[in-house]
């Protein structure tokens, strides 16, 4: 059992868990990800990890209610378990495997959008320790949806706030933010996108035409977090992929988004996931070693 040491609803739907996990803790990296269950019998849910304490052997989480079994989480208070907490999961960040002395001198932009501001921000963090600074946009639907806030603000070179409907911070979309920025004179050599797929899509349509190359970090719906299910499919370079093993983080500018999306919503039943199977056949799985991906 994994023990919840703190719970917290951090905005309407929205709830941030610091749980005892020792090993995630020891080994993890901003990046990857976890699935949790509830109990013996619960769903399966992928979360991105969102901080870790190495001394302390705790992972902290943020997650939105989506659905009947984030909904159960919702309700686990501080003292309550997990039954499950499998991890790490997926690739670090690709900043990891870098050296941070060369880091320095690029000029790297981190755009969030709403819950994605979760897997962002360990990567900022990760930065800020190795003494990199970074710009970071945060965007969301509206002020009260915002999130971590002020744990950006604390490691981010300079942060950017924007509200879809212009109730905090700037105006419009991260899009118009990221064009306002490049016409102020800033330039950058990389770009890290995370959020709903929609906005990772314009982001890197409008990233691709401003030449800027672009990460972004997909997690579609996830089942055994190894590659084996297919659920988690992607089309990178004309390439199948898997999110959960060869992920989360892909070229942005090389993801068919459209598939993806079209992908997430067929799969959400059990008509559509018998189609994807008999359509994609040998290839549907990814690691079972018997499908030739």
Known sequence: MYRIVRAEELTTNIYLMEVEAERVAKYCQPGQFVIVRTDEAGERIPLTI???????????????????????????KEGDSFHDFVGPLGCASEFVEEDPESLKSKRILFVAGGVGAAPVYPQVKWLHEHGIS??????????????????????AGNLYVTTDDGSYGRSGMVTQTIKDLVAEGKQYDRCVAIGPMIMMKFVCLLTKE???????????????????CGACRVTVGGKVKFACVDGPEFDGHQVNFDEAMSRQQIYKTEEGRAFLKAKEGTTHHGGCGNCDS
């Open 50 to 76: 969102c901080d870790y304490d190495r001394e302390k052997g705790t992972v902290t989480i943020v997650f939105q209610i989506v659905g009947a079994a984030t909904q159960m989480m919702s309700v686990l």
């Open 134 to 155: 970074v710009d970071v946009i945060v965007g969301s639907k509206t002020r009260d949806l915002l999130i971590l806030e002020k744990e950006m603000e604390a490691v």
């Open 210 to 228: 401003l030449q800027i190359p672009t990460i972004v970090s997909l997690n579609p719906i996830m089942v055994d977090g190894t590659g084996m």
